[in-house]
């Protein structure tokens, strides 16, 4: 979704590329029930599909109410289904910026931009997840840009 807070959208190929990601988990989940409850496997069939459906909906929402901006002192990431969290990243305190993906998304050319700073939380917190390699490439350089004009400032 193109909005005034994300000018670089989340592709759409993302929502297919996390449901495969957790579609793989749940047959290994699936094989492991069957070879070691095999007695209790329809019980344990019906328990991880019904416990996949509600991931896929929790994704869907997740993706839905997600949001990034690149204020002019802050890149600012909001996100959360159930409770709201909006976390923002001082220019000051961000140590580096990088591009990532994993398996499935390297297959549908998806990549994540990931802020890091000194906390243990960053990693997390500041995941953009789902963008082109070109918008991905485009938000790394903005925000080293605006990082390297605020240490010329700060000095």
Known sequence: ?????????????????????????????LVIAFVFFNNYFI???????????????????????FSFR????????DRGVIGRQRSSFPYTKIQDVNL???????????WNVSISTATTTSEISSMIPGLSYAS????????LDRVKAAQKRGK
Do not use: C
Request: hydrophobic letters at 50%; zero cysteines; proline letters at 5%.
């Open 136 to 143: 991905a490439e485009k938000i790394r350089d903005q925000i």
């Open 100 to 110: 990532y993906q994993g398996f499935v998304q390297s297959y549908f050319g998806l």
């Open 1 to 29: 979704m193109v909005s005034a807070k994300n000018p670089y959208p989340i592709e759409p190929a993302t929502y297919v590329a996390i449901v495969i990601g957790r579609f793989i988990s749940l047959l290994i989940l």
């Open 70 to 77: 690149i204020d002019p002192e802050y890149v600012v990431v």
């Open 43 to 65: 019980y344990a069939l019906a328990l991880f599909g019904s416990h996949f459906v509600i991931r896929l909906w929790i994704l869907r929402e997740y993706l839905n109410t």
